[in-house]
């Protein structure tokens, strides 16, 4: 009985013992999918936030960036906020970067609006970066302070010149002109066809600047140092010949009778069209103009080609281009190499991928490596040569220095419809800089 008694017992103790053991195994086991849970979470645990402008290219860009770069870096995450455009926007980034407010990473201005942030307070240097051997010169320049640079391109660059329909170029057997005489001849050939020459939509004043603003690569040519001496208060509109040429190629046009006829009440969006569709055959305009003929035109954009805003001299015929904007990190980042993380991947060639089947490609990456698709718009394969070894291009003049003052759109409207002398207008755009220039706290204002 107690031999029986001993070994029940021991059958129940080891019947005990396998139960307490199975429990400990269960709970050790829930206990170590925790521990790989709470790991996997802790893996994840960087969140960044990134400041974008509203604009729906922008959006949908930062959108098809984000969703890629997190596929390929599960332990990052990235949230975006949007801002409005204009000086409105200017003024949130301003005001969230002096208040130490601003989001780990932000998508704004190159060149002279980049400036005013005060960058080398206020930004991460990235000149340490590998990828930086890979963009272009000319972008860096844009988004450099000294040796330190703070930002890389977020599309392609954009330019300046004329959007030309190619049907009525075929029907008159005209050549791309190299020169401005050239170009005036070719306006008097379209014009004896019976066509119009040049389309100019002085409702929406900004397009009236173009003609100007486009042909800063001639001065350039011309003057190497003329942005510097500009800044520095050696230099004006009124008093430089070839500065001055913009004025005068913006009235030539309008007192040769180039005109459409209703150039005052016609918009941008008016310009696009006819320049597709042919009602004129010239349209004075920035390449950021190519997804919107894309997006509204379809297949028709294939009536457009571009080609710079010609100078005096064929030799040096060559494109002002407008640099793209960058992405930024702020020094009150909240971790720092995550944020230099997703920057590296926009400035590599599966980030230019990315924007190729996010958006239309509006002109040639400024990053090595980075192709274009191979169904790309004719008139994008216009800007190629500029940027191919032994074409020449170079900033537009607000990319090199940050005086821009807010009434040159309205001189220009007056100049292009032959209300105010060129030379006029010059003078008066010089007055204007000038508190501009000593808000700035410019040397020699």
Not at 113 to 140: C, G, H, R, V, W
């Amino acid at each position: 009985m107690v031999t029986l008694g001993n070994r029940a017992g021991a059958r129940l103790g080891g019947l005990l013992m396998n139960t307490k053991t199975a429990r400990h195994l269960m709970v050790g086991s829930a206990v170590s999918a925790l521990m790989l849970t709470s790991t996997a979470v802790q893996a994840q645990t960087v969140n960044l936030t990134m400041l974008v402008d509203n604009a729906s290219h922008t959006v949908a860009i930062s959108e098809a960036l984000v969703a890629a770069f997190e596929a390929d870096n599960p332990d990052i995450s990235i949230d975006i906020e949007t801002r409005p455009g204009g000086g409105e926007g200017d003024n949130i980034v301003k005001t969230r970067l002096a208040t130490g407010q601003m989001t780990d990473i932000f998508w704004y201005n190159s060149g002279s609006l980049l400036q005013a942030l005060n960058p080398a307070q206020t930004l991460i240097d990235l000149s340490d970066e590998p990828y930086m051997d890979d963009i272009a010169d000319s972008f860096k320049q844009v988004v450099s302070v000294g040796e330190e640079i703070f930002g890389v391109p977020t599309r392609p660059a954009e330019a300046g010149g004329i959007f030309y329909n190619r049907a009525i170029y075929d029907e008159l057997g005209l050549e791309i002109p190299l020169t401005w005489d050239a170009f005036m001849a070719n306006n008097e050939a379209i014009a004896a066809a019976g066509h119009t020459p040049v389309i100019q939509t002085y409702r929406d004043t900004w397009t009236s600047q173009l003609f100007v603003l486009a042909d800063f690569y001639n001065v350039l040519a011309q003057e190497p140092d003329w942005a510097e001496r500009y800044t520095n208060n050696e230099a004006k509109y009124a008093t430089s010949a070839i500065a001055l040429r913009g004025f005068e190629k913006l009235a030539e046009v309008h007192d040769a009778g180039f005109l459409n006829a209703d150039f005052g009440a016609a918009g941008y969006e008016d310009g696009l069209r006819m320049v597709v569709e042919g009602e004129g055959a010239h349209y004075p305009m920035i390449t950021f103009a190519i997804p919107a003929i894309s997006d509204t035109f379809g297949d028709a954009i294939e009536n457009v080609g571009f080609f710079a805003q010609p100078g005096d001299s064929a030799e040096e015929n060559g494109l002002t281009v407008w640099m793209p904007a960058a992405l930024y990190i702020p020094q009150t980042t909240s971790d720092e190499e995550a944020a230099r993380r997703f920057l590296a991947f926009v400035a590599s060639p599966e980030g230019c991928a990315v924007q190729n089947e996010a958006v239309a490609v509006n002109g040639p990456y400024l990053i090595n490596g980075c192709e274009l698709p191979e169904d790309v718009a004719g008139v994008v394969r216009d800007l190629l040569p500029y940027f191919e070894e032994g074409g020449n291009n170079a900033p537009a003049l607000e990319f090199l220095s940050p005086i821009k003052g807010p009434l040159l759109e309205q001189l220009t409207v007056e100049v292009g419809s032959g209300i105010r002398p060129p030379q006029d207008a010059a003078a008066l755009y010089d007055q204007d800089v000038v508190r501009q220039a000593q808000q700035l706290g410019l040397d020699g204002w």
